[in-house]
Every structure is written in structure tokens, then in C-alpha cells.
């Protein structure tokens, strides 16, 4: 077997309760390259035992070990050294995720380069959060609340963006005082593992922070384990149902960031070149495979055609190939049976009568990898099936609105809430906008996301938020106390 270069130090092993082990059963799990279609690595498979080992090491560091005992600053200072780690490996970052889904490099480099500001960011936070609040209460002169960790977290990451995703788990709940078990996509481990890596060096308390990389049927056991107190997970809404049916099931506490299906809404005051060109350019950033993707795009009536014609022109301008060549413009899908999806949802999209403005097949010029063109169909109805199910890949929908008010009634028709935008010069009528649709965020003129304050969906997008403050407090619970004088130690910490 040919196996690419990676930066890897131990992919062949788990890493648990501080160590690196083989797997118990011996399991190995080949990822391979979407754009050559070859093997890239091979990594270590966790079994239900390996799972169960993991589970235990987490729930004793965190009843019986120093890290929630630890006061949030002195938290801050392991995610700071985090941070640095991170930056020191950005290079490899940006190396591992093109090889395991098809991001351009280029791409790659530039999120690489700005994940330790999310470490930093909470790190700060230990800082201005009030972990304990003063209360008035007719009962005491002496109230609290308390924010304490929920207790051992079960990071389920997919595989689209795995460093950003780790990241925005993995720091809250560090910092609010739980334990970690971050279970990896076998379609991409490796910045799990990295993860890991970072975790040894810099010397992060023992099963602080565990790494395994599972398919799904071991999976379940992570989130079936009572002495796992929380699941977060992001990634499919069906996936995300059973796991919230389960969690449900045993009263354990969860967030779940789901999929989208998400809109925008081009106004006629707006340029219609210039939102052609913003959506187009930001449909093909990760192939698509971003839930947060604006793909039902709702024009006038009257600039359907105007727009289908800008839009397809930028899509098909977007060049499709080597994800490590500096002129490419998308890459391919991650594996086969994700292009395979994409594929099945273009085939009913024809079959129901819609042709493809551009794209719809395979680039001829590439024989090898798992590439789909830029795709986009017009004149769509919101009921048809490419305008309700999420693709997950570089599949836009123009579908034709009357007015403000059937354009609103589009957008809000949807099982999903996840994002939304609206283009308009008119900053008052934005607000309106936005102010009606049922969505988790929604921005000016072009997909804009700010974790820093908050990020989940409405409806089938999501419970919970996860992103700065809102994202902390997803990892604590919130205890009453009621005393009658206050100790020394809690006026200390409330000041």
C-alpha cells in the first residue's frame, strides 16, 4: 500500500488516560485521499472496550482528579499553552485536512492560522466570567449561584472541519472544568490526533483530555455510558436525532449542531452581479460541505433570470481540481459515498423536471478523485426535494419570491434554521428581515458567522449554541446555595 506523507507522530495508537495503547481488538482504519483516491494514512480503531476504557479514565480524572478543582485561571493557563501548540503545528493542520476532505490548502492555511485564537479567547474568559455570582434572595443575606462543569463531555467531531470543531468544544468545556473524550471521524482522524499530540506535550493532566477514533457502532457506546454526562455533537440532523433519543432516554445533557438548509434573500435594491459573485465564491469554500452553506436562494420574480444567468457564470468560472495546486477554486468531496449523495440528489432534482443552469456531472478533466461540478438549478419550487433536503455539497436552488412577504414565507418554510442573510443596501430594511426569519444567525450581504458570540440553529438545526459566552455556559450546570453568612472563600471568588 502507498501511503502519503503525513505529520502524524502515533496514528496507529489511542490515546488514553495519558498514554498512547494499541487498540484492545487490533482495528486499523485506512483514510483515504479524496482527490487521488489512494490511501493517506492508517489509523488505530477503537472497540466498544477501547471506548469503555476511555469513558472510565475521563469519569475518574474528573470525580477523583485535580482538573475541576483547579480555579478557571489556572485553566486559562493550559489553554494558553494550547494555543501556542496549535500555532506551532498550523502547517500541519492545513497538510492534514486537504488529504482527509478535500479543502483547498489554501483554504486550509488560512483557518489553520486563526484556530488558537479560539483557545485564547475562552482563556480570556476565565477572567470576566462570573463562575460564581452574588444573588439576592428573601430566604438569606448569603445567596450563590455556582457554575460548575457539567463533568465528562463526549466530543463527537465529523469530519468537514475537525480542527475548528474541536476547538469550539474542547475549550469551553476545558475551562468550565470537564473531562474529554473527543471521538474522531474515521473519514478524518487526524486532527484529533494532533490534538492529542498537543495535549502530551504541553503536559495537560492525566485523561483530561482522551483521543479515539471509532465507527459508528462503537460510537454509541459514548453516548449510551451513563458516566458520560454530556454529549456534544455536531453533524447530521438524523444522526443528531438518535443521539438526542438516547440522551433524552437517560436524562444526559447534550448540544447538538445540526444540518441546514439555509437561505438567503436577495433584495432588488441590491446588486445583483455582486451577490451572484459573494454566494457563488462562498458555495464552493469546503465543496459545500459546510451546514451552515447558503443554498436556497430567493430572488424577485422579476430578476430570476438575471440572476441564474450571474450565478451560473461565477460557478462555472470556479476552477475544479488538485486541492494543493494555489489556483484552484474547489476541491473534491470527501469520500465517494458523499459524492454518491450529491450525485442521488442532482439525478432527482433532473427527474423532477430541473435542469441544471450549470454544472450537474463530473469535471472532464479529472479522472480520478471524488469532484462533482458547481451545480445550480433555478426557477425552483420550495416544496421540490433540492430545495428541502440538505446536499452537503456546491448545490445552490434559485427559487422566485413575489414580495418581501412571500420572500419571508420561503425562507421560514423550511425544517431548518441554522443560518440566513439578506441582501440589501438598506440597513432598516435588513433589520426587519432579519428580525422575521426564524434562523440561529442571520447577517448583512453575505454569510457572516461570529463563534466569539455564538453560533446554533432553530428547529431540526440544533439545540444549544456553542461560541463564546453562550458556549461556556453549555459546560455547567448552575447550583443554588443558600448559606447563612457568606465564607470568606465565596466573597473571594464573587469579587
Not at 100 to 128: K, N, P, V
Not at 189 to 217: C, F, W
Not at 354 to 379: K, L, M
Request: hydrophobic share 40%; net charge negative; with cysteine.
Amino acid at each position: 500500500m502507498h501511503f502519503d506523507r503525513h505529520p502524524l507522530a502515533r496514528p496507529d495508537m489511542l490515546y488514553i488516560n495519558g498514554e498512547w495503547i494499541a487498540p484492545r481488538q487490533g482495528g486499523r482504519i485506512t483514510v483515504i485521499s479524496p482527490a487521488t483516491e489512494m490511501p493517506y494514512c492508517e489509523v488505530a480503531e477503537a472497540g466498544v472496550d477501547d471506548i469503555d476504557h476511555a469513558i472510565g479514565a475521563a469519569r475518574s480524572a474528573f470525580d477523583d482528579g485535580p482538573w475541576p478543582r483547579l480555579s478557571p485561571e489556572d485553566r486559562a493557563d493550559y489553554l494558553m499553552l494550547i494555543a501556542r501548540e496549535i500555532d506551532a503545528r498550523a502547517a500541519d493542520v492545513a497538510a492534514i485536512w486537504p488529504n482527509e476532505m478535500g479543502i483547498t490548502h489554501q483554504l486550509a492555511e488560512a483557518f489553520a492560522g486563526s484556530i488558537g485564537d479560539i483557545y485564547r479567547a475562552y482563556a480570556e474568559l476565565a477572567h470576566s466570567f462570573a463562575f460564581l455570582e452574588p444573588k439576592s434572595s428573601a430566604m438569606t443575606d448569603a445567596a450563590f449561584i455556582a457554575h460548575e462543569p457539567v463533568g465528562v463531555v463526549g466530543a463527537i467531531i465529523p469530519w468537514n472541519g475537525p480542527i475548528s470543531l474541536i476547538a469550539h468544544k474542547v475549550a469551553p468545556a476545558l475551562l468550565a472544568g470537564c473531562t474529554v473524550i473527543i471521538k474522531a471521524s474515521p473519514e478524518a482522524p487526524g486532527h484529533a490526533l494532533l490534538m492529542a499530540e498537543i495535549a502530551d506535550k504541553i503536559g495537560l493532566p492525566v485523561s483530561v483530555i482522551n483521543v479515539l477514533t471509532a465507527n459508528r457502532e462503537a460510537s454509541e457506546k459514548l453516548v449510551c455510558d451513563p458516566r458520560v454526562d454530556k454529549i456534544a455533537f455536531t453533524g447530521s440532523t438524523a444522526a443528531g436525532r438518535k443521539i438526542g433519543s438516547i440522551m433524552g432516554g437517560r436524562i444526559g445533557r447534550q448540544t447538538l449542531e445540526l444540518g441546514g438548509k439555509s437561505a438567503a434573500i436577495i433584495c432588488e435594491d441590491y446588486d445583483f452581479a455582486k451577490a451572484a459573485e459573494t454566494l457563488g465564491m462562498r458555495a464552493c469554500a469546503l465543496t459545500g460541505q459546510v451546514c451552515a452553506s447558503l443554498t436556497r436562494l430567493i430572488v424577485p420574480r422579476g430578476r430570476h433570470d438575471d440572476f441564474v444567468d450571474a450565478l451560473a457564470s461565477q460557478m462555472a468560472s470556479v476552477k475544479v481540481g488538485d486541492p494543493f495546486d494555489r489556483s484552484t477554486g474547489m476541491g473534491p468531496l470527501a469520500t465517494r459515498r458523499q459524492r454518491e449523495q450529491v450525485e442521488g440528489h442532482i439525478a432527482r432534482a433532473i427527474k423532477d423536471g430541473y435542469a441544471p443552469a450549470t454544472g450537474g456531472g463530473r469535471p472532464g478533466h479529472v479522472d480520478r478523485g471524488w469532484y462533482v461540478e458547481p451545480t445550480v438549478f433555478g426557477n425552483v419550487d420550495n416544496s421540490a426535494a433540492i430545495a428541502r433536503e440538505e446536499i452537503f455539497g456546491p448545490v445552490l436552488t434559485v427559487i422566485p419570491a413575489d414580495d418581501e412577504d412571500h420572500a419571508l414565507r420561503i425562507a421560514n418554510d423550511s425544517d431548518f434554521g441554522l443560518v440566513s442573510a439578506v441582501f440589501t443596501n438598506d440597513a432598516e430594511r435588513a433589520y426587519r428581515i432579519m428580525r422575521q426569519v426564524r434562523t440561529g444567525t442571520m447577517s448583512q450581504n453575505g454569510l457572516k458567522l461570529d463563534f466569539s458570540i455564538g453560533f446554533g440553529g432553530f428547529k431540526q438545526s440544533g439545540i444549544g449554541r456553542e461560541g463564546g459566552e453562550q458556549g461556556l455556559r453549555s459546560f455547567l450546570e448552575t447550583k443554588t446555595l443558600l448559606l447563612d453568612a457568606p465564607p470568606t472563600a465565596a466573597v473571594q471568588s464573587a469579587e
